[in-house]
């Protein structure tokens, strides 16, 4: 099993290879790849050192799997020439996730509809993996009208240069600015840019990947995403309508035995999700459950995952897992 893993020196490409490690894919070959400039270097990878691949050296190679986060533009250029080269993308960025002809895929909720003709497989945005994990087995229940969110981004989901400036203005040291704006002892209302329609970019992925991981496009979204100074996950306080009426003591239930799924729901000994706590876990977790009394058949909820671990690298890895478990990749 030969695998390639394009963007193998950014933020989420080094957390890609240590996932891997860490759940013994079954790798044969590994195949990092980068920019030009990092071609030749060497990276580490389960005590052994492998030198960094250009693109077309990755093709040649022939790879069962490409596991890629190295931004939308490379994978636009890139993932069809792999694909075309009979390799199966996964892709991180957002330039898959809502072309019609693309899986999007989070593994506990849709990963069956994968083929072995699916060579590019879209990896969703990170704050809507975490909530469609938390959601989907109640709209199978319930079924979902509504969904309000609003997040509490960590810094980590811009990357190093974001993590950077926090950590350089808490040591009171100039440098590069990730955002307009100083982060540290602040909150930036703006993820990404702005759209027409006055929402930003990442708020209308979790409007728009939430119906198509979920199947349906009838749920209604509507979110406010937004950057904070912490490391470790993103936060979501997220307000549910079913169009059923439900018993709170069975949404407990249904999440407690939701796969990938954590409960910490436990008020009178203030246990609940906190994204220090969540940092290097694969899990998502749930807590603050709780009847919305304003509204009829509403919940609220709070959802706290790591953004670079399920968000981002663990997913993809989960998707690689089921293509080989299904025999979908030779």
């Known amino acids: ?15 890609m290879l240590e996932v891997l490690a860490e759940r013994n894919f079954p790798i044969t070959d590994l195949i990092p790849v980068a920019s030009e400039k990092s071609v030749g270097k060497e990276i580490v990878f389960k005590g052994k050192s492998y030198k960094v691949h250009s693109m077309l050296d ?4 022939k790879p ?34 809502m072309d019609q002809s693309k899986k999007l895929v989070v ?10 003709e699916d060579r590019i497989i879209a990896n969703p945005n990170c ?50 600015m990730a955002y307009k704006y100083k982060i540290d002892l602040n909150v930036i209302p703006q993820i990404d840019v702005f ?16 119906k198509k991981i979920i199947g349906d496009d009838s749920i209604r979204v509507t979110a406010t995403t937004v950057r904070i100074p912490v490391m470790g996950g993103h ?32 008020i009178s000994n203030q246990i609940y999700p906190m994204p220090i706590n969540a940092h290097n876990k694969d899990e998502v977790f ?26 981002a690298a663990t997913n993809a890895v989960q998707i690689a897992e089921y293509l080989v478990a299904a025999k979908l990749v030779k």
């Open 58 to 61: 990755a093709i040649a190679s």
């Open 107 to 116: 593994p506990e909720i849709n990963a069956h509809q994968l083929t072995a």
């Open 127 to 176: 704050s809507t993996i975490q909530m469609v994990v938390a959601l989907n087995p109640l709209h199978q229940k319930y079924k979902i009208k509504r969904v309000i969110v609003s997040t509490y981004q960590s810094v980590t989901g811009t990357g190093v240069k974001a993590v950077a400036q926090l950590l350089n203005e808490r040591s009171g040291i100039e440098g590069e």
């Open 1 to 15: 099993m030969k695998i390639a893993v394009v963007g193998a020196t950014g933020l989420v490409g080094t957390k």
């Open 235 to 266: 936060s979501e306080s997220v307000n549910v309508e079913f169009e059923n009426e439900f018993d709170i003591k069975d949404i407990f239930k249904i999440l407690s035995e939701t796969k990938g799924v954590v409960l910490q729901d436990d």
């Open 286 to 311: 749930v807590g603050r459950i709780r009847r919305d009394e304003s509204q009829a058949n509403a919940l609220n909820m709070w959802i706290v995952s790591d953004n670079l671990r399920k968000g």
């Open 195 to 210: 759209t027409d329609n006055g929402y930003t970019k990442e708020e209308m992925k979790m409007v728009n990947e939430t």
């Open 64 to 97: 069962h799997i490409a596991l890629f986060s190295a931004g939308g533009g490379t994978s636009l250029e890139w993932a069809p020439k792999f694909a075309e080269a009979g390799i199966t993308v996964i892709d991180n960025s957002s330039a898959w996730r």
